[in-house]
């Protein structure tokens, strides 16, 4: 059942250009420009004409609601918060009659993100999941909602569910800046030509994975890490921070790049490895300058870059290489080394990698 893999979890990083694809069959036809959500349906034009919308989520699906933060406000132009559901719920939130809230959920099961889109709906909201569990309480407390596809998930460590969330929640996007106008059509057909490229890109991104293993050999007894990333990169950081606490129990932090200065700098000696993501973006001489500030305090970088740089190489200990993409779309290829990254050093220190200690594969206790 593990398809010839030692581990589900491998088994599932390695299933991604296929669970992607899954995630966009039948829904979108970058040809002919059709990207059709029937999942979101009866409450498209309220979504296209929301004020606000509110993503509650937790642990990886809430980094999923980061990145997804990022491309509503700059495809549609319409704020987003992204919550913690388990704040969310406890803290008398503002929702008016009528906001969006985005539930992400692949288990669908995760009791304070039911408990934030219960309150939610309580207050009038019109409350849209993001599930890949078909038949989920999740999915049955929704509105309406757009199933993720991935298929079954068994390693507790969230991989190709959070790519196809991202996936999903770009298809909402698009669909939304589409019938808002806030994308040029030229630019949308563009977007949904890069989107359907992608299983390949992260199929590529998949042949790092001897490479990897090879740096996860020399950091496996690492005691912390860092992993810095700026804009839609920020929340790959995050997410691989968490990839490596889970299942290898590392210490490790994910950081926007340039809040280093303001505190985790401090942790930089030879001892600490810092995984950058650098791929070329708008942020990219930004970060390139948070790479010299790490290695000048002696700092072990591994960077994720993109393909053909040659100026990083030069500065790190290690690089590892990706396709390129928009910006918005990287998250999806990027993450794809720190999965891997996570799932060797966990292995080289005989964790038992599918099923960390202290960890259940959905949450159903608040
Ligand atoms: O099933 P959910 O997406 O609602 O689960 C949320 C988190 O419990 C989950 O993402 C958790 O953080 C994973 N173990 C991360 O790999």
């Known amino acids: 059942e593990k398809g010839g893999f030692e581990h589900f979890m491998l088994k599932e990083i390695f299933e991604q250009p296929k669970s992607i694809k899954d995630c966009f069959r039948g829904r979108l036809i970058a040809n002919n420009g059709q990207l059709v959500l029937g999942g979101i349906r009866e409450y498209a034009n309220a979504l296209t004409n929301a004020e606000r919308i509110v993503i509650v989520a937790c642990g990886t699906s809430w980094h999923a609601g980061l990145v997804a933060e990022y491309i509503f406000e700059e495809f549609c132009r319409i704020p987003v918060e992204v919550e913690y559901a388990s704040e969310f719920r406890y803290r008398n939130p503002i929702i008016r009659e009528g906001d969006i809230v985005i539930a992400i959920s692949q288990s669908g ?127 790959v950081a995050l997410e691989g921070a968490l990839k490596l606490k889970e299942i290898s129990y590392i210490h490790a932090e994910g950081y926007p790049a340039a809040e280093m200065k303001h505190g985790p700098i401090a942790l930089i000696d030879e001892e600490m490895p810092v995984v950058v993501i650098a791929t070329r973006d708008s942020s990219y001489d930004k970060i390139v300058s948070n790479i010299q500030e790490v290695k000048a305090r002696k700092g072990k970088v591994i960077a994720i870059v993109s393909e053909g740089d040659s100026l990083i190489p030069g500065m790190v200990d290690h690089t590892i290489e990706v396709p390129g993409t928009h910006d918005a779309l990287m998250p999806m290829v990027a993450t794809i080394p720190l999965q891997l990254l996570s799932y060797h050093i966990a292995v080289m220190r005989n964790c038992n990698v599918d099923q960390p200690r202290n960890l259940a594969k959905s949450v159903t206790v608040e």
């Open 109 to 235: 099961e995760t009791a304070d993100t039911l408990a934030a889109m219960e309150l939610a709906k309580s207050k009038g909201a019109i409350v849209l999941g993001v599930c890949n569990v078909v038949g989920s309480s999740i999915s049955r407390v929704s509105h309406e909602g757009v199933y993720t596809h991935a298929g079954p998930e068994i390693g507790v460590a969230s991989t190709k569910a959070f790519t196809a969330q991202l996936t999903v929640l770009t298809m909402i996007a698009l669909r939304v800046a589409h019938r808002k106008g806030t994308m040029a059509e030229q630019r949308y057909r563009s977007f949904l030509a890069e989107l359907e490229s992608i299983p390949a890109k992260v199929e590529k991104a998949l042949k790092t994975d001897d490479q990897v293993k090879k740096i996860a050999a020399l950091f496996k007894d690492s005691r912390n890490c860092l992993y810095l990333g700026r804009g839609y990169n920020f929340p």
